[in-house]
């Protein structure tokens, strides 16, 4: 079972930086695809940004050139180095793992972004 665990969240204000992490372990192949996903309160979960192990990467217009997503392909960990940061983007993060043909999910880390 794989096991996928997100950190790095926290409370910054407006115009600062976060940068977040999400290591999957418990497999020795290399995910397809990892992803960033937020749900902000009432609000569906949507895409932030997506790599796969090819190093083709995606992101949501409302990030894109703000946020910067990497990851270190053998070790299954991702990062998302998030850049002048607005209150709207205050969400739950959540960590996004396509290993083969099953997707698997973390808990979640809070961003909160203050005005």
């Known amino acids: 079972q794989l096991q996928v665990v997100e950190s790095g969240g926290g409370l910054v204000h407006a115009g600062g930086s976060l940068r977040l992490s999400c290591a999957a372990s418990g497999t020795a192949f290399s995910a397809n695809r990892m992803a960033w996903y937020r749900q902000a309160p009432g609000k569906e979960r949507e895409l932030v940004a997506s790599i796969t192990k090819e190093g083709i990467t995606e992101y949501g217009d409302s990030v894109n050139g703000r946020f910067t997503i990497s990851r270190d392909g053998i070790k299954n960990t991702m990062y998302l180095q998030m850049t002048n940061l607005r209150p709207e983007d205050t969400a739950v993060y959540y960590c996004?793992?396509?290993?083969?043909?099953?997707?698997?999910w973390g808990q979640g880390t809070k961003v909160t972004i203050s005005s």
């Open positions: 996004n793992v396509l290993l083969i043909v099953r997707e698997y």
